[in-house]
């Protein structure tokens, strides 16, 4: 990795923490602190187990979550209005131009940045290359300091990756699934299960976000508890 690129992701890594912890303080202004609350309620991923799910939790919940209208309505039971969208745009679109380009880039990224399945599939420089399993697509590079040490050919993470100014990064700590042997081969089938509900889904007018995070979030938590 050259000196200009180090110096790109240590940016990008400084400005991925920040914006979160600005994200989360004008959620709790905004609509208080029974926003994360009512969040975890709704949150897909409830199920999974281990290190790392509170900061997985927070990312779906500041990034991905677009409340449902039976979400919204719990919400005005307990006195909160919830944002149209995610709560980062609604930051977003407040701050205006008070934002350098960077980090609106990011904030936009994140919120249109599925949860997903990302496979193992080389090493570069100093750092790891990934294919979302779903689409098959190839994601730029992910920094090994972003979590790549120890990490080997086929191994599978879980996670919400943002593609910036050349780098995959995790809006979290990516989660590691069991994808050996007889863990591949249900992946595989999970995946394949998803893509034809997803179709399915869109010829019925369901949203296709929402099902989506509850089949990845579930099927997730099952691996990963079979890998402990």
């Known amino acids: 990795m050259s000196q200009e690129q180090h110096d790109i992701r240590e940016v990008l890594g400084q400005t991925r923490a920040r914006i979160q912890a600005r994200v989360e303080r004008h959620a709790r202004e905004r609509h208080g602190d029974a926003f994360l609350g009512i969040a975890r309620s709704c949150y897909p991923g409830r199920g999974l ?122 809006t979290h700590p990516p989660l590691a699934v069991l994808e050996k042997g007889a863990g591949g081969r249900r992946l595989k089938g999970i995946l394949d299960m998803l893509a034809r509900e997803l179709e399915e889904a869109q010829g019925r007018g369901e949203n296709r976000q929402r099902l989506a995070d509850n089949l990845l979030f579930l099927q997730a938590g099952l691996l990963i508890s079979g890998a402990r």
């Open 49 to 170: 187990a281990g290190a790392g799910r509170a900061a997985l939790f927070l990312s779906w919940a500041l990034f991905r979550w677009r409340p449902l209208p039976m979400e919204r309505k719990l919400a005005r039971a307990r006195g909160v209005k919830l944002p149209d969208g995610p709560v980062a745009l609604e930051w977003l679109g407040e701050m205006g131009d008070g934002l350098d380009a960077l980090t609106a880039d990011y904030v936009r990224l994140a919120c249109a940045a599925p949860f997903a399945f990302v496979k193992v599939t080389g090493f570069a420089q100093g750092g790891v290359l990934l294919e979302d399993m779903l689409t098959a697509r190839a994601l730029p590079v992910m920094p090994m300091a972003e979590g790549g040490r120890g990490l080997a050919m086929a191994d599978v993470l879980f996670g919400q990756a943002v593609s910036l100014e050349g780098f995959t990064l995790f």
